[in-house]
């Protein structure tokens, strides 16, 4: 196993820390704490964090072109300015599902979707939103979809299905969004955590994090167990890869408690080997 430094950039005591997302132009990353409506913002330099949002919950969100967030929230998708207030661009509704889960856009600026339910079997699914802002479901058949990415020759779409507790690749066609071909790459046994977010990295390397598995796993794009992080507390819920020429990892958590004196729900940051890719920009009108 390689070895790695992770430093505590920020202990929000999340409920459910999740979504870190990489400003390279500003030197900042932003997270979401699911269930209490929040979301934050670090800036590297200063090693400050403040909040900037409450409302909704944010299942997911994204960075527009503009600099501004794209949220995913229960029954819309809104923007969020640098400085402001967010404002609802699109109604969403869709039968079964509960809110949004995890997003991620594509190489063209349209965004990918999931969405949970925990309270009924396999009734959520996967979206895609176009860059005028219609919305089309592209398959149900999940409880919970979470972390997803795009290779770096744009041709694969990698997903996750934590109520199965499979990450799986699709062929994708860049010019139509299309999805098609899915296969799994990893089955985890039922004692082994649960797979949630992920991020790729230049050699399309899978760094799928472990929800109470305590660690953030690296899988080969065939699925083959390469390396692993180990971290400090348990429920781990998102990586992506930020910093200087993506070469550094920040990783949101949860389970956080306020008042009590633990790390659990925590923003951290992990240096080491990495050669990592930033994530792709949505183009969402609005």
């Known amino acids: 196993m390689s070895n790695w430094k992770i430093t505590l950039l920020a202990n929000e005591h999340c409920q459910t820390g999740e979504c870190p997302v990489w400003d390279e132009e500003r030197g900042c990353v932003y997270w979401t704490d699911i269930p209490n409506g929040k979301l934050f913002r ?90 005028d802002g219609t919305v089309a479901q592209l398959f149900n058949g999940t409880g919970n979809s979470n972390g997803s990415g795009f290779s770096t020759d744009e041709r694969t779409f990698f997903w996750t299905d934590s109520t199965a507790k499979q990450i799986c690749r699709f062929d994708y066609d860049v010019a ?48 083959t167990l390469l390396d692993k992080i180990a971290m400090p507390v348990k429920a781990i819920s998102c990586p992506c890869f930020g910093g200087s020429d993506s070469r550094m990892m920040f990783v949101t958590t949860a389970n956080g408690k306020p008042g009590e004196p633990t790390e659990d729900g925590a923003l951290f940051q992990v240096e080491g080997a990495f050669d990592g890719k930033p994530k792709f920009r949505s183009r969402i009108l609005i």
């Open 42 to 131: 670090h800036d590297l330099a200063t090693r400050s964090h403040e909040q900037i949002y409450s409302g909704p919950p944010v299942g997911g969100f994204t960075l527009q072109t503009d600099g501004s967030l794209l949220l995913f929230r229960i029954a819309d998708i809104a923007v969020l300015p640098w400085r402001g207030e967010a404002r609802s661009i699109i109604d969403f509704h869709a039968e079964g599902s509960d809110r949004f889960n995890d997003v991620c856009a594509d190489p063209e600026g349209r965004v990918f979707a999931g969405t949970l339910n925990n309270q009924r079997d396999k009734v959520a699914g996967l979206f895609r939103v176009e860059r």
């Open 176 to 223: 139509t969004g299309g999805l098609s071909n899915r296969t799994t790459l990893v089955q985890l046994p039922h004692d082994q955590g649960t797979p949630d977010g992920l991020c790729l990295d230049a050699e399309d390397n899978i760094w799928s994090a472990r929800w109470n598995g305590a660690a953030v796993f690296k899988f080969s794009r065939e699925g």
